[in-house]
C-alpha cells in the first residue's frame, strides 16, 4: 500500500497562487525555487547567514532559492513572489541576476584548483571588476528606483492577500499584515514618503 505524502500548508498555497498568478498576469515565477527550514533550525541558519534573528525569510540571488521560516505564508508571499518576481520579470532584476551569475563564475575560474578563506574571497571581489558593478549596480537601486522600493516592500503581501480575497479566501489576518509591516526597517523613497522595506 502507498504511503500518502502529506502536501505542506505552503506547497498548497504555492500551487494555489502559482496558478491565481498565472491566470491574472499571464506569468509566475519560473526560476525560483523555494525551501523552507524549520523553526528549530532557523536561528543556526540566520546565524551563518548574518540575517538578523528575527528575519523570517530570504532570497539567494545566486541560485534564486528563496528561503523561509517553516510555513511562513507572508515569508512566502515576500522572498518567493515579491523578490522571485522581480528577478525574473523586471530588467532591474535581470540584471541583478546576470551580475551575481558572472560573479560566481569568476570566483570558480580563480579558486577552482584550491581551498580559499573568506578573506582571500573579500580580496579577490574588492579588485573584481563584476563585483564593483554588482555593488554599484545595487547602490544605484536601492537610491534611485521607487518602484523597486515599493515592490520590494511589503506590498506584495497586500496584493497577494487581495487577490485571495476576490476568490473568498482570506491569507492574513489584519494583526498579521500589521506585525509583518512593523518588523520591516523604514527607509526613504523618492518624494520623501517615508515607508517600511526590507
Known amino acids: 500500500m502507498k504511503a500518502l505524502l502529506k502536501e505542506s500548508k505552503s ?35 540566520a546565524k551563518q547567514r548574518g540575517l538578523n534573528p528575527n528575519s523570517s525569510g530570504i532570497y539567494l540571488l545566486r541560485n534564486q532559492t528563496a528561503v523561509i521560516q517553516g510555513e511562513n505564508p507572508l515569508s512566502l508571499f515576500h522572498e518567493y513572489f515579491g523578490h522571485g518576481l522581480y528577478c525574473e ?60 522600493n515599493k515592490f520590494k516592500g511589503y506590498s506584495q503581501t497586500y496584493l497577494a492577500n487581495a487577490l485571495a480575497l476576490r476568490q473568498g479566501l482570506r491569507l492574513f489576518t489584519k494583526k498579521n499584515l500589521i506585525l509583518y509591516s512593523q518588523s520591516e526597517k523604514s527607509i526613504e523613497l523618492k518624494g520623501g514618503t517615508r515607508k517600511n522595506a526590507t
Open 11 to 45: 506547497e498548497m498555497l504555492l500551487e494555489f497562487s502559482n496558478s491565481f498568478y498565472q491566470d491574472l498576469l499571464g506569468y509566475k515565477p519560473e526560476k525560483t525555487s523555494l525551501q523552507e527550514i524549520s523553526n528549530s533550525k532557523w536561528s543556526k541558519f
Open 89 to 148: 520579470q523586471s530588467l532591474q532584476g535581470r540584471k541583478l541576476i546576470e551580475l551575481e551569475k558572472r560573479l560566481l563564475e569568476e570566483e570558480k575560474r580563480n579558486f577552482k584548483t584550491r581551498e580559499f578563506t573568506l578573506e582571500e574571497l573579500k580580496d579577490f571581489r574588492q579588485e573584481n571588476q563584476t563585483f564593483k558593478k554588482l555593488e554599484e549596480f545595487r547602490k544605484e537601486n536601492l537610491e534611485d528606483d521607487f518602484l523597486r
